[in-house]
Every structure is written in structure tokens, then in C-alpha cells.
């Protein structure tokens, strides 16, 4: 019922991986935790990754090596050793919803299929332990100069032909930063790789420098495979993040609070940025593009005339979005 898991299969990456850890790290200064987020691996896997990289001497940025080569400098071939299989966590807090099943009976189970497995104490104590990290919530509390948060708006803009007529909508790609709501505004025709990525770029300069990290949604332009657990960044954006020496923290898949900055952000770029706008006509993108910015403008300074939380909610507005829009 509970597959064994050793703690050296559970510690090992792939060379890709590897690279991005110690990147990370060196680069970008992420904790381990947040390390394991961008990954979508267990931050175990993680720290022990930068342990065996110090013990082999190893540190961004890497020595010319094949991946065959880094990955025997990491995990070098010795004679097999006793392990230990892990408890499957997940398995264990399915049976308990069980009638009737409790921790000793599963732990019973597991010693039946693993006799060299942990105690019955510390089998429960790393339940709780693992139940504990599963359970919490982190406190968002956004550092200056930390992240900012990428999107497109739900609702779109219209580029009319001149000449022909024809209409073409364009996207609204919406960048905010998570310590001020500081927010940047760009249509683009598409929500292609170079759309996306060049938007990303001019982001930067709007704000004048590159924040730690970039939490984007699980945008296909962004990242290849929405998982929970192990999100698949396109390579193009992989790129992107190592040029710019910033992190790539994809949106947690059914984590509201990992993108409520940027919702907020959106929210406010469609009533106060995008609203004022509805009944202009614009025949060429860059047109929109000067309108967004300018109506951006107007809204930041209407902001800092001070308007307060209250007056900003009694406009139907969230009071954080008085620091935003």
C-alpha cells in the first residue's frame, strides 16, 4: 500500500534541475523554500542538492561539464547502502479519512512491507511534521524589489483597420510589483512567446530594474506543464529568466492568494485604464499602446493626490488597489 521511496531517489535531479537550483541560489538568492517552489520539488531535494554540490566542490556558475559528468560529480556510483523507504505521506492522510484506520494500524502495515522502516514515533512525528507544512499558509508579505506579478487581462481592445476596416484585438498584458502595486500596461496583438516575452522586457524598463522574481499564471506562453507540483517553464522563458538573472515563480495551480496581486492589478487596469477608453477608436497598435500609458499616468497621479483606503472603496474599488492604480 505505501511504496517505498528512499531518501537518496527522493534527493536526486535532473541535470536541468540541477543547474537551475544552483543558479537560483547563487543568482537570484532564493531561499531553499522558494528554490523548491520554482522546481516544484520538496525542499529536502533541494537542500540536499546544495549540499552534495558543496561537498563536491561545485558552485554557479558551473565548470564545463557534460551531464553525464555533472551528474556522477553530484551522485557519485557507491556500493549499496541500507535505506530507508520514506512513509507516502499522501497515501497515509488518504487511509486515515478512512472509518476505522488509524495511524497505528498504517504504521503496522508499513513496518509489514518495510521491516527496516522507521518507529511507530517517528513515524507519527514525520506525519505531523509533513501535515504541518502542508497545512500552512503563508503570510504574503511583499518585499521592495522582491517580485512582480505577470497576467493578461480578461478583457480585450480593438485595433480597427484604417483603410479596410477589419478589426483585430489585441491583448492587455498587465505587470504589477508586489511590494507598491506599481503596474505597468501593454497591449499586444497576441499571446505568443515573443508577445509575451517582449512585453516582459518593457515591463522592466517601465519599472526601471529586474525584481528577484516573476510570478507569472500558468500562461502557455510561460510555462509548458501547469503542474502543482512540477511546472515545465518554455524554454524560451527559461532563457529570458537566465539572462535577466531573475526567478521564475509560476502561480501555484488552485492558489488564488499566489496571484492576487496581479489579479488586483487587472481588475484595476480594466476599470480605471481600459473603462475610460471604451468609446475611443484606435487604428493602430501603438495609438493604444500611447492611450494606456497616458491613462496610466493620469491614474497614478490621481493616486498620489491622496486619496485615502476609504474614499477608493467607497468607488467600489479594493482598498488595495489604492496603492495600485
Known sequence: MFPGRSTVAQARLSVRKIREVLRLKSEARLSDRQIAAVLGSARSTVQECLRRARAAGLSWPLPELDEDELHE????????????????????????????????????????????????????????????????????????????????????????????????????????????????????????VADWLAAHVRSLEYFGGVPRAIVPDNLKSGVRRPCRYEPDLNPSYQDFAEHYGVAILPARVRKPRDKAIVEVGVQGVERWIMAPLRQRTFFSLGDLNAALREQLERSWKWVSRGWSAGSWRRCGSAPSLASAI
Open 73 to 192: 560529480r553530484l551522485y557519485p556510483r557507491t556500493p549499496s547502502a541500507l535505506r530507508y523507504p520514506t512513509p507516502d505521506f499522501e497515501a497515509i492522510q488518504r487511509e486515515l479519512a478512512t472509518k476505522g484506520v488509524t495511524r497505528m494500524l498504517l504504521w503496522q502495515e508499513y513496518k509489514a512491507q518495510h521491516p527496516q522502516g522507521c518507529q511507530y514515533s517517528a513515524f507519527c512525528r514525520d506525519y505531523d511534521a509533513w501535515l504541518g507544512r502542508q497545512d500552512a499558509v503563508m503570510r504574503f508579505e511583499h518585499v521592495p524589489g522582491d517580485k512582480a506579478f505577470v497576467d493578461y487581462a480578461g478583457k480585450t481592445m480593438a485595433v480597427v483597420d484604417r483603410h479596410s476596416g477589419e478589426i483585430q484585438v489585441a491583448q492587455v498584458f498587465v505587470a504589477a510589483l508586489g511590494a507598491s502595486h506599481y503596474t505597468y500596461v501593454e497591449a499586444t496583438l497576441t499571446q505568443t
